[in-house]
C-alpha cells in the first residue's frame, strides 16, 4: 500500500492567466494523409482537412497539429522533407494551406505545423548536391559523411543503430548513388532520412529561414521532430545502448524527478547533447519576433524527467511532449508519481504540463490498455500477436482520457481517440509501409495500425474518409460502429464523452486549475484521485468497485453505455468528475 504524505498532497498550484493560449490548450494532431481525402486518390489531402474543421472546433479543441504535408518522397510518410516551403502533391498547394490556416483561425482555432530538422530526404536538393561533389566539399559538411572503419573503409564509422532497425550508417557506391568515392553517411531513420549536420552554421541559417517561411504565412506554433537529436557527441563515439524511441522502458519509478522516466531511455551520444538548446533559444528568439502567441513544442525522448524540463526553460521551447504517463500503463501508484513529478519539474522552469496518450507513433490507447498487461508498448500489433481485448480497451481508454483531461496543463489529443477507435491489429503485412517493418524484418510490427483513415459516416464509400472509396490502408470493417456520425448524438457514445469533457473543462477553467491529491484516497493502491478548481477526479485503474464521497454531484463517468450510475461506488476501470458540494 502506498501511502502519500499529507505533506506533500498539494502538487501544483493554479497558474495565472497571462493569456498564452498554449498553457492550457487541448491541442488535436491531424495525420493528412489519414484525416479526409477530398481528391479521392485514397490518401487524405490539405482540403479534405479544411472540410472537416467544423468537426473539431465542434469537438471543442483549442489548436491543431498537423503532421507533416511537405514535399516529400513518403519514405517516412513525410517526416523524410525534399522541400521545406512546399506542400507536396499528394496533399495538395501552399493555397490549399493558405485556405485551410484561414478557415480554422474563423473558427478560433490556432495551427500548428511539423518542423523536422534532424534529418531530411536524401532527395532534397542539399544531399543531391551532396552526392554530386568531393568528400570534404562545403555540400557534404551539411550532413554526417565520414570515412569507414578498417582496411578499405568498409566497415561503418561507429557502432550505431538506426531506431527504425539496422545500421544507422549507409555507404555511397556508384550504382545506389552515382558516387566514385565510398563515404559512409549516418541515418538514424531510414536510409532515406540523412542527419544534418548542426554543428554547420548554414544549416542552422536554413532553418531559421524555414522557421520565419511559416510563421509569416501565419501559423500558430511549430511541434518539433526528434528535437533531442539534432546534436550528437563530439567524434560520434561508439555507443552500445539501444535506441528506440516507442519502446522505452518502464523502469519503476521512485518518485524524484531527478530520476522519473520520461518513458525514453534515450540517453546515448545521439541523443540530449548539451548543445541542443542553443538551437532552441535561438528559434525563442525569432518567434517572440512575430506577433501573436507563436509556440514551439518539443518531441523530445529523454530521460529522466529533469532533463526534459531543460528543453522548456523560459528562453527556449514553450512546451515538451510528456511522453511519461504514455508509457506507464496501467497502474495508479506509478502514474501518480509521474504526475507529482511533471508538475515538479515543470513548474520549476515555469512551462505547462502537457500530456498525451496517443500519437502516430504508438499503438492508440485503447488497445495498449487492453492487452493482457496493460501498457505494454509493442511496436503495433500483428494477426499472429496477442490480442487486446476491445471492450475492456475501450473502458479503460475512456478512463484513462478522462483522468488525463482532468489534470491542469495542455493536453494532446490523436485523431479518431475521440471516437474511441482502436488500433488496427490485423492489417495484412503486405500492405505495410512504416520502414521500421521493413529494417527489422518484420519483427516490428510498426506504426501503420494507428495510421489508418478515420471512420466518418458508417455507410458512406471509404467510411466518409474518400468519396471514390479508396484508402491507402483498409479501414476495418468494425470500424463501422465507430463512425462519427454513427456517435453523434448518441447518449454516453465515446464522441460525446469528449466534447462535454472538453466543454467543461474549458467552462470550468481547469487548465489553468491547481491539483491537490484527495486525502480520502492516499492510502489506496488502485485509484488516482486529486481536486481541481472545485472538481474532484477520481480514476479507479483496479477491477473492484472503491467506495465515492456521498453527496458528491456526478458530473461525467467514462463508464460505458449500459453501465449503471455510479452511485456510492465507483467501478474498475472507470474516471468520474465530481462536483464538491
Ligand atoms: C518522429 C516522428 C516519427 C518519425 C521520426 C523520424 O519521432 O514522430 O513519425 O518517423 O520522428 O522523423
Same mark, same amino acid.
Given at each position: 500500500?502506498?501511502?502519500?504524505?499529507?505533506?506533500?498532497?498539494?502538487?501544483?498550484?493554479? !497558474? &495565472?492567466?497571462?493569456?498564452?493560449?498554449?498553457?492550457?490548450?487541448?491541442?488535436?494532431?491531424?495525420?493528412?494523409?489519414?484525416?479526409?481525402?477530398?481528391?479521392?486518390?485514397?490518401? !487524405?489531402?490539405?482540403?479534405?482537412?479544411? @472540410?472537416?474543421?467544423?468537426?473539431?472546433?465542434?469537438?471543442?479543441?483549442?489548436?491543431? /497539429?498537423?503532421?507533416?504535408?511537405?514535399?516529400?518522397?513518403?519514405?517516412?510518410? *513525410?517526416?523524410?522533407?525534399?522541400?521545406?516551403?512546399?506542400?507536396?502533391?499528394?496533399?495538395?498547394?501552399?493555397?490549399?494551406?493558405?485556405?485551410?490556416?484561414?478557415?480554422?483561425?474563423?473558427?478560433?482555432?490556432?495551427?500548428?505545423?511539423?518542423?523536422?530538422?534532424?534529418?531530411?530526404?536524401?532527395?532534397?536538393?542539399?544531399?543531391?548536391?551532396?552526392?554530386?561533389?568531393? &568528400?570534404?566539399?562545403?555540400?557534404?559538411?551539411?550532413?554526417?559523411?565520414?570515412?569507414?572503419?578498417?582496411?578499405?573503409?568498409?566497415? &561503418?564509422?561507429?557502432?550505431?543503430?538506426?531506431?527504425?532497425?539496422?545500421?544507422?550508417?549507409?555507404?555511397?557506391?556508384?550504382?545506389?548513388?552515382? $558516387?566514385?568515392?565510398?563515404?559512409?553517411? %549516418?541515418?538514424?531513420?531510414?536510409?532515406?532520412?540523412?542527419?544534418?549536420?548542426?554543428?554547420?552554421?548554414?544549416?542552422?541559417?536554413?532553418?531559421?529561414?524555414? %522557421?520565419?517561411?511559416?510563421?509569416?504565412?501565419?501559423?500558430? !506554433?511549430?511541434?518539433?521532430?526528434?528535437?533531442?537529436?539534432?546534436?550528437?557527441?563530439?567524434?560520434?563515439?561508439?555507443?552500445?545502448?539501444?535506441?528506440?524511441?516507442?519502446?522505452?522502458?518502464?523502469?519503476?519509478?521512485?518518485?524524484?524527478?531527478?530520476?522519473?522516466? *520520461?518513458?525514453?531511455?534515450?540517453?546515448?551520444?545521439?541523443?540530449?547533447?548539451?548543445?541542443?538548446?542553443?538551437?532552441?533559444?535561438?528559434?525563442?528568439?525569432?518567434?517572440?519576433?512575430?506577433?501573436?502567441?507563436?509556440?514551439?513544442?518539443?518531441?523530445?525522448?529523454?530521460?529522466?524527467?529533469?532533463? %526534459?524540463?531543460?528543453?522548456?526553460?523560459?528562453?527556449?521551447?514553450?512546451?515538451?511532449?510528456?511522453?511519461?504517463?504514455?508509457?506507464?500503463?496501467?497502474?495508479?501508484?506509478?502514474?501518480?508519481?509521474?504526475?507529482?513529478?511533471?508538475?515538479?519539474?515543470?513548474?520549476?522552469?515555469?512551462?505547462?504540463?502537457?500530456?498525451?496518450?496517443?500519437?502516430?507513433?504508438?499503438?492508440?490507447?485503447?488497445?495498449? %490498455?487492453?492487452?493482457?498487461? &496493460?501498457?505494454?508498448?509493442?511496436?503495433?500489433?500483428?494477426?499472429?500477436?496477442?490480442?487486446?481485448?476491445?471492450?475492456?480497451?475501450?473502458?479503460?481508454?475512456?478512463?484513462?482520457?478522462?483522468?488525463?483531461?482532468?489534470?491542469?496543463?495542455?493536453?494532446?489529443?490523436?485523431?479518431?481517440?475521440?471516437? !474511441?477507435?482502436?488500433?488496427?491489429?490485423?492489417?495484412?503485412?503486405?500492405?505495410?509501409?512504416?520502414?521500421?517493418?521493413?529494417?527489422?524484418? @518484420?519483427?516490428?510490427?510498426?506504426?501503420?495500425?494507428?495510421?489508418?483513415?478515420?471512420? /466518418?459516416?458508417?455507410?458512406?464509400?471509404?467510411?466518409?474518409?474518400?468519396?471514390?472509396?479508396?484508402?491507402?490502408?483498409?479501414?476495418?470493417?468494425?470500424?463501422?460502429?465507430?463512425?462519427?456520425?454513427?456517435?453523434?448524438?448518441?447518449?454516453?457514445?465515446?464522441?460525446?464523452?469528449?466534447?462535454?469533457?472538453?466543454?467543461?473543462?474549458?467552462?470550468?477553467?481547469?487548465?489553468?486549475?491547481?491539483?491537490?491529491?484527495?486525502?480520502?484516497?492516499? @492510502?489506496?493502491?488502485?485509484?488516482?484521485?486529486?481536486?481541481?478548481?472545485?472538481?474532484?477526479?477520481?480514476?479507479?485503474? *483496479?477491477?473492484?468497485?472503491?467506495?465515492?464521497?456521498?453527496?458528491?454531484?456526478?458530473?461525467?463517468?467514462? @463508464?460505458? $453505455?449500459?453501465?449503471?450510475?455510479?452511485?456510492?461506488?465507483?467501478?474498475?476501470?472507470?474516471?468520474? /468528475?465530481?462536483?464538491?458540494?
Amino acid at each position: 500500500m502506498t501511502t502519500l504524505d499529507s505533506r506533500t498532497l498539494a502538487v501544483h498550484a493554479p !497558474g &495565472p492567466d497571462h493569456g498564452e493560449w498554449w498553457r492550457d490548450a487541448v491541442i488535436y494532431q491531424v495525420y493528412p494523409r489519414s484525416f479526409a481525402d477530398a481528391n479521392g486518390d485514397g490518401i !487524405g489531402d490539405l482540403p479534405g482537412i479544411t @472540410g472537416r474543421l467544423d468537426h473539431l472546433a465542434a469537438l471543442g479543441v483549442d489548436a491543431v /497539429w498537423l503532421s507533416p504535408f511537405y514535399r516529400s518522397p513518403q519514405a517516412d510518410a *513525410g517526416y523524410d522533407v525534399s522541400d521545406y516551403r512546399d506542400v507536396d502533391p499528394l496533399f495538395g498547394t501552399l493555397a490549399d494551406f493558405d485556405a485551410l490556416l484561414t478557415r480554422a483561425h474563423d473558427l478560433g482555432l490556432k495551427v500548428v505545423v511539423d518542423m523536422v530538422p534532424n534529418h531530411s530526404s536524401d532527395e532534397h536538393v542539399w544531399f543531391q548536391e551532396a552526392l554530386r561533389t568531393e &568528400p570534404g566539399s562545403p555540400e557534404r559538411a551539411r550532413y554526417l559523411f565520414r570515412e569507414g572503419k578498417g582496411a578499405d573503409g568498409e566497415l &561503418p564509422p561507429n557502432n550505431w543503430q538506426s531506431i527504425f532497425g539496422g545500421p544507422a550508417w549507409t555507404r555511397l557506391s556508384e550504382e545506389r548513388h552515382g $558516387t566514385a568515392d565510398r563515404q559512409w553517411y %549516418l541515418h538514424m531513420f531510414d536510409s532515406k532520412q540523412p542527419d544534418l549536420d548542426w554543428t554547420n552554421p548554414e544549416v542552422r541559417a536554413e532553418f531559421e529561414s524555414v %522557421l520565419r517561411f511559416w510563421l509569416d504565412r501565419g501559423v500558430d !506554433g511549430f511541434r518539433i521532430d526528434v528535437a533531442h537529436g539534432m546534436v550528437k557527441a563530439d567524434g560520434l563515439p561508439d555507443w552500445d545502448g539501444h535506441v528506440s524511441m516507442i519502446d522505452g522502458t518502464d523502469d519503476a519509478a521512485d518518485g524524484d524527478p531527478e530520476s522519473v522516466s *520520461g518513458g525514453g531511455g534515450n540517453q546515448g551520444p545521439m541523443f540530449d547533447q548539451d548543445g541542443v538548446h542553443e538551437i532552441y533559444r535561438a528559434w525563442r528568439r525569432i518567434l517572440d519576433e512575430y506577433d501573436g502567441d507563436r509556440m514551439l513544442v518539443a518531441e523530445a525522448w529523454v530521460d529522466p524527467l529533469s532533463r %526534459l524540463a531543460r528543453y522548456v526553460r523560459p528562453d527556449e521551447m514553450h512546451q515538451a511532449f510528456n511522453f511519461a504517463f504514455l508509457a506507464t500503463g496501467w497502474n495508479a501508484p506509478a502514474l501518480r508519481e509521474i504526475i507529482a513529478a511533471s508538475y515538479q519539474v515543470n513548474d520549476s522552469v515555469g512551462a505547462p504540463t502537457t500530456w498525451v496518450l496517443s500519437n502516430h507513433d504508438v499503438v492508440r490507447h485503447p488497445s495498449r %490498455l487492453g492487452l493482457p498487461t &496493460p501498457g505494454d508498448r509493442p511496436n503495433g500489433i500483428g494477426r499472429t500477436d496477442p490480442q487486446p481485448d476491445e471492450e475492456l480497451g475501450l473502458r479503460r481508454g475512456r478512463a484513462a482520457s478522462l483522468l488525463l483531461l482532468g489534470l491542469p496543463g495542455s493536453a494532446y489529443l490523436y485523431q479518431g481517440e475521440e471516437l !474511441g477507435l482502436p488500433e488496427h491489429t490485423s492489417l495484412d503485412d503486405e500492405l505495410r509501409e512504416d520502414p521500421a517493418f521493413f529494417r527489422t524484418n @518484420g519483427a516490428e510490427r510498426g506504426r501503420d495500425g494507428c495510421r489508418v483513415p478515420l471512420p /466518418w459516416e458508417a455507410d458512406a464509400p471509404a467510411m466518409g474518409y474518400s468519396p471514390t472509396g479508396l484508402t491507402w490502408l483498409p479501414q476495418p470493417e468494425e470500424w463501422k460502429a465507430y463512425a462519427a456520425d454513427v456517435q453523434t448524438g448518441q447518449d454516453g457514445s465515446t464522441l460525446e464523452l469528449y466534447r462535454e469533457t472538453l466543454r467543461l473543462r474549458r467552462e470550468l477553467g481547469l487548465g489553468l486549475g491547481g491539483m491537490v491529491w484527495a486525502e480520502e484516497y492516499a @492510502g489506496t493502491d488502485q485509484v488516482i484521485a486529486f481536486r481541481n478548481r472545485d472538481v474532484l477526479v477520481v480514476a479507479n485503474l *483496479g477491477s473492484t468497485p472503491v467506495p465515492l464521497p456521498t453527496g458528491a454531484q456526478v458530473l461525467l463517468s467514462s @463508464g460505458l $453505455t449500459g453501465d449503471a450510475d455510479p452511485g456510492d461506488e465507483l467501478p474498475g476501470d472507470t474516471t468520474v /468528475w465530481l462536483r464538491l458540494g
